[in-house]
């Protein structure tokens, strides 16, 4: 019974999040918004790096999330490796700069800005991609940890550190989402790159709260050890 009404004040809390979130949105993310955490996955995994999976996965799955994690993973990591490449050019075109004057000096600071222009933009692209692996990642930790509050029944004390870290957990992804549209709005790209950096913090420390509830729904009582 208890684990009902958590279970139903975890939801309303959710719901609240998501509410909110909706009308903050505009019209266009509204439009993409589903209301099923497993259609919801489904379509990110769709779009995912422009990566495509089965039909008939989702991330209740979990093949769709190693899917997932395997092809996201390595789109950033080629992307991230690009970025690397690019700001070595635009420092090595710099520090030949300081050795010209005049036009010349000046065309090699240009083509040195569009090197950290174009690193920029694949940095941001990067940090998308680890966005999405996290909603991926995050959708399916809370079908996990609903399914084993249903199985466990956990005790008060254990539902009471559980049901802090699922608040926080929800808090942390929601300031994610919303540092993430925030950085659409901004006009410079390190400004956009720095707040990006911010909502990958606040995923990380959301997937990490999770990972303590799943890990503390999952610890046996010490009698049936």
Not at 18 to 41: C, G, M, V
Not at 89 to 113: F, I, P, V, W
Not at 166 to 183: T, W, Y
Not at 203 to 217: C, D, P
Request: with cysteine; proline share 3%; aromatic share 4%.
């Amino acid at each position: 019974m208890k684990t009902r009404i958590y279970l139903v004040s975890i939801m309303a809390f959710t719901l609240g999040i998501t509410f909110n979130a909706q009308t903050n949105s505009p019209p266009a993310a509204k439009t993409e918004q589903l209301t099923h955490s497993s259609a919801d996955n489904k379509r990110i995994l769709l779009r995912l790096g422009g990566k495509t999976v089965p039909d008939n996965l989702s991330a209740e799955n979990p093949m769709a999330v190693k899917t997932a994690n395997i092809s996201g993973e390595s789109d950033r990591n080629d992307l991230l490796k690009l970025a690397e490449a690019l700001s070595y050019q635009a420092r090595r075109l710099k520090k030949e700069a300081d050795a010209k004057t005049g036009n010349e000096k000046n065309t090699l600071l240009a083509e040195a800005a569009q090197y950290e222009k174009n690193c920029l933009l694949k940095q941001i692209k990067a940090s998308e991609i680890f966005g999405t692996i996290s909603q991926v990642k995050f959708n399916s930790n809370k079908e996990t940890i609903i399914k084993l509050m249903d199985v466990t029944k956990p005790e008060e004390n254990k539902m009471t550190r559980t049901r802090a870290l699922i608040v926080s957990s929800e808090k942390n992804m929601q300031f994610a989402k919303e540092l993430r549209q925030e950085s659409y709005t901004l006009p410079n790209l390190e400004a956009r790159l720095g707040t990006l950096n911010n909502a990958e913090e606040k995923e990380l420390l959301a997937l990490g709260e999770q990972s303590q509830v799943i890990e503390l729904l999952s610890k046996k009582p010490k009698a049936e050890m």
